[in-house]
DNA sequence: TATGAATGAGCCTTCATTCAT
DNA sequence: AATGAATGAAGGCTCATTCAT
């Protein structure tokens, strides 16, 4: 179980998505995470403060991984249509190519009690400005309606991407998630004013 | 505390309400529901088999009310768009009237365990097919989209709900929920190929 | 190991006792002095708010039961020089009949932090008024010297005392307390200006 | 931090002094006393066998220097009146000289296991046999009692200072500790037997 | 039906000590 | 001699559930 190649803090955060992935939020006990990772107990808190800080780093690591990622691939499209699509279907492909982290991020994570709720929170908002960019830019050039409530629409880009993901996970991930994101994106495109 | 009037069974059910609205899901001891509801612990042994049992059915007994009056309210509507509206309405106006009601389904109940969300998924089912019949009608009369996926559009209509919702309740149920309802309804009426 | 007719409260406190005797305190683990009064582990938590609480009612507790008995000794006795030998016997003969108490009181309550300490002190405050009254009382009457320092002189007195209890503990009870207390006595009262 | 003069063997001691004074025994970690020492952490296993090694050469080192003193200081009495005045005095003004090492020596190690404070009491022996043969000698030349138990005055004037310093830090040194001291020696000497 | 005292399994965190460098 | 990252054992407390009354 060794990975002695890669800086323990990201060795145990790994750890961490795996073991909850696989035994669930409330069974997710830090000498799982210890032994997962290949380290002694008390390893784990030369890296982090307690449990809790674990889990709010792991979902700071991925989520601005996932916000670094998406916003690099929308940098090279031209479009806010464009832009929208790639950002659905680099997060669907991203969580379709990491089933443990889908299964943390869209199941486990939201055990967490509000306390540690209102941090993720935190950390979501970066994603949301990116969303509201898109928007924001998209009104600007004209390809979405002049009167989009940015906020509204934000809620349902997010609201929408967020059950589809949550009820394919539930589903075991059975069907191809990645394949849905261009009617996921004209579903939502076209409830933004645009014309066919 | 003492409620004599109702039968015990919703007078726990009620007191588990505003136990965990109050404490949050992870403070909600048994004990604690018992005194509130004015009742000895071991007795809510007597109407419920285990403390899960209490939330799943706090669950079905309020979500069958949902589903129900919600039904009725439709009955009276004509077209499939005034449906939706009246549904996303009415699920906005019952939250906005019970706010502990709000916090229990939009916060708390979502720190339960994958076993426990997924009976309360499985009670949610009465829910969708309700948006499921609206949007099919919808499309057999010619108002939406001949192509619409019902399925994606179905968890674009509950995800943008529960987004919005979510979003409200986090942010202290500062504003009026339900005069948003018409503008998400024309959100997700356009994306659902309606002619404005 | 079962004592039932005891109520929980005190059977609990005479089992901390024990168990800190024969293991020291640091060893006094709940769960061992659960199972020394032959209870579960939890039902502690029923009758003492946590592991402190426990240690410092078994000190209120048994030193409440010194002062009263001491207070009841002395007042059968007409003169200060004869209260003040039997507060010094009733004191020596309690902790020579109660092995496990002497360790506890003189060894291992000692070890408690700073704050448990400071609470004891509280506790001891009772003790040391009975000493103060004697002296004083001695003063006004004579058999004291006018000019003793009461403080001082209490300070002498329960220094003296607790030292000597303690070297008698630390010698494995091995000789007769309750015998050395008109020698102890002797020493003091002839420090009181008490005439030979 | 650094005291590169001393050398590390007393540098660490005098550290744990500090850390133990400003920390308490329970948050005197050995780490701390590293950093405060301006050492590493395994620096302190090439001076001491373990923890309780560094608290028992502290205490010896420290005993020691009080019993030379004291010795020393005495040497130059010639009556044991004034041998047991000088001692107290001495054993005073050294405490209140040093608030570190008092609060340590009256509080702080006291919270040792009875191992520890077994072997504390070792070195106690050389302080107490100072105190044995002033006694004696003053027994001898007849400015004591022929009577006098040695053992139990011993105690007491152990059991006297000891209280007496105890009660002063507790108090938080707030009164000048050394001007008690004829006050003290008053009150033992007459018990002691001398003629005013 | 109703009670509520009693149960006991389960886990995060600290810190003295080691040892490869 | 000196370092400091890594180790891993150990225990107080909560709370869902039971059962004698």
Redesign the pocket.
Known sequence: MKQQQKP?YKQIIDAAVIVMAENGY??????KIAKQA??????????FK???DILISLFQEKMGLFVEKIRQEIAGKSTSKEKLLTLIQKHFSMLAADHHLAIVTQLELRQSNKELRLKINEVLKGYLMVVDEVLTVGKETGEFRDDLDVRLARQMVFGTIDETITTWVMNDQKYDLTAIAPRVHDLLIKGFGATP
């Open positions: 323990k409330h069974h997710a006990q830090v000498s290949g380290v002694a107990d008390g390893t784990i808190y030369l890296y307690n449990k809790e």
